[in-house]
């Protein structure tokens, strides 16, 4: 049968990578560098906005209105506006935040599940040929008639 090349790689517990190599570089897509490179873009496009710094520019600026309040150089009435819109930017920036972190672990996961998957079906196709090589030389090992 067509004997798939083997990735060349090592896993990160240091044993050989079962999964088929694609292409030319004899890597699997879970070791080849070009992957890792769209990997690394996937990763760090999250990490472009910082919603992080955004919280703390709001809490900050809350945290002003809030001295501004008790010191009576702001309007009460005005603060309470100004605090509402914060709110508003501050549940706005979580669930964006959420949202993002909720794409990213799916990625993962996906990314998990097509390797398992993938490995799997390695396992599979390997059981499957020890089925097929041991009924072939079943009936050239004498048959169990003689046996009797
Ligand atoms: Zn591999």
Redesign the pocket.
């Known amino acids: 049968m067509g004997v798939l090349g ?6 990160r517990d240091g044993t050989p ?3 088929p ?1 694609q292409g030319s570089n004899g ?6 560098p070009a992957n890792a490179d769209v990997r690394r873009k996937g990763a760090s496009k999250g990490g472009r906005s910082k919603p992080g710094s955004e919280l703390a520019q709001l809490k900050k600026k809350l945290i002003t209105l809030g001295d501004d309040v008790l010191s009576g150089s702001v309007d009460k009435g005005k603060a309470s506006v100004a605090a509402q819109c914060y709110g508003v930017a501050i549940r706005a920036v979580e669930a964006e935040t959420k949202n993002r972190e909720l794409e990213e672990s799916r990625i993962v996961e996906t990314q998990l599940r097509v390797q398992e998957q993938t490995e799997l079906i390695g396992r599979l196709e390997a059981i499957e040929a020890a089925q097929e090589a041991q009924a072939a030389e079943k009936p050239s090992m004498g048959g169990g008639r003689w046996g009797e």
């Open positions: 083997k990735c060349g790689a090592t896993k990578c079962s999964l190599a890597l699997c897509w879970a070791h080849d």
